[in-house]
């Protein structure tokens, strides 16, 4: 079956430790998407890509980065200047990136990142 | 600024009653409104609205667009304890979607 997988599921940071969460998806898709989804808020989008070896900061991008080497995988690294980063994080992908086309975005089961 | 507001917040009614779920939006560019289901992780796409007055029905869900003044409604008649999650309404404009911080419905038996 096609679709996203995110790992882990759950995560510990210890202060100034970086940490990265995986994002693989076998959609075929070209875009790839991180967002952080905190309590009583909607999703903010932290990092976009269009295509490999692209990306595009989101909203909130601040303490956070990512690579795109394969179509196929999207990491997100937190860093230790991200300061708050307990959230629950979702991958998500579409077909394509494009103004001329509308296409739903398929995420992940998403990982709930914590701070010890 | 771009936003895109949910109302209600949350929201409990018994199984058999109708909802309506609201979504107002200020968004640069509009492309299409989406609405989302989430039950405990990944949202799980329901439907997409690009033009003004068109319902989409899917079983005992359905939508509607008014691009004039700016808003959408999710409909679910019948609920079932099943329907119970967070309803995410979620906006295109230009390159970006913009998400809605969702609606949050019980159904009790």
């Known amino acids: 079956d096609g679709g996203i997988t995110q790992s882990p599921k759950y995560l510990f940071r210890k202060e100034g430790q970086n940490v990265t969460l995986s994002c693989e998806q076998n959609?075929?898709?070209?875009?790839m998407y991180w967002y952080r989804q905190d309590p009583g808020q909607g999703l903010r989008l932290i990092y976009y890509?269009?295509?490999?070896?692209?990306?595009q900061k989101g909203d909130i991008a601040e303490g956070y980065s990512v690579s795109r080497e394969k179509k196929e995988s999207f990491p997100l690294t937190v860093t230790s200047a991200q300061k708050n980063p307990t959230a629950f994080y979702l991958c998500?992908?579409?077909?394509?990136?494009?103004?001329?086309?509308?296409?739903?975005?398929?995420f992940g089961d998403g990982t709930r990142l914590s701070i010890l | 600024e771009d936003k895109v507001v949910q109302s209600p917040l949350s929201l409990v009614v018994h199984e058999g009653d109708t909802v309506t779920l609201n979504c107002s939006y200020e968004?640069?560019?509009?492309?299409?409104l989406l609405w989302y289901k989430q039950e405990k992780k990944a949202p799980t796409f329901l439907f997409m609205l690009?033009?003004?007055?068109i319902e989409k029905k899917s079983g005992r869900l359905s939508s509607i667009l008014d691009k004039k003044e700016l808003f959408s409604i999710l409909n679910i008649t019948a609920t079932q304890t099943g329907d119970s999650a967070v309803y995410l309404c979620?906006?295109?404009?230009?390159?970006?979607?913009?998400f809605g911080a969702g609606t949050r419905l019980f159904v009790k038996a």
């Open positions: 968004v640069t560019n509009f492309r299409s």
């Open positions: 690009t033009s003004s007055g």
């Open positions: 979620a906006v295109t404009g230009g390159f970006k979607t913009i």
């Open positions: 998500a992908s579409s077909l394509y990136l494009d103004r001329a086309l509308n296409q739903p975005q398929h």
């Open positions: 890509s269009q295509i490999v070896n692209d990306f």
């Open positions: 959609l075929n898709h070209d875009a």
